[in-house]
């Protein structure tokens, strides 16, 4: 019994020393943040007008004479524009093909921009840009005389990551 007591006391004493059996530990710390972008504005200008066109001769206007968007957002960051563009202008008769060209700028097409691509561009440190619209209509030789349209969308986003 006097072994068992003197064992007990012992283990007490060990297990109460400083920095026996205590364990390790080490700490840090991170900083979460999340920068939220200044939202994006998208605005029409003008309308892309190929005026009179003549039965059978096409017509093509210059992104620089044609319709514009102003694309407003956060500075210098990329942005996607997505065109929704129709492949025909409707009306008086048959529909009219048309296709689209397109530049972006600061006031002026400084380049040249595919619309069916789905295209990124910079906002700059301006933020924001225009973005302009050209094309080419195909009347057919006995196409009927009238009015024709269609509507082209401008959606763009920020891209995820």
Excluded: H, K
């Amino acid at each position: 019994m006097r072994n068992s007591t003197f064992l007990a006391v012992a283990l007490a004493a060990f297990v109460a020393l400083p920095g026996g059996t205590a364990a390790q530990s080490n700490t840090a710390d991170l900083t979460a943040t999340a920068q939220v972008l200044a939202p994006i504005d998208v605005s029409f200008v003008s309308d892309l007008d190929f005026g009179d066109v003549l039965p059978g001769v096409p017509m093509t206007v210059a992104p620089a004479d044609g319709g514009q968007f102003t694309v407003t957002g956060a500075t210098s960051e990329d942005v996607i524009l997505d065109f929704t563009l129709p492949s025909d202008l409707t009306g008086g008769g048959d529909p009219i093909p048309v296709s689209f060209t397109a530049g972006w700028g600061d006031d002026a097409p400084d380049a040249s921009i595919d619309p069916t691509s789905d295209p990124t561009v910079n906002l700059g440190t301006t933020t924001n840009i225009d973005v302009f619209l050209g094309g080419t209509v195909t009347p057919a030789i006995n196409q009927a005389a009238g009015t024709y349209n269609a509507t082209v969308t401008l959606t763009v986003t920020y891209p995820t990551t």
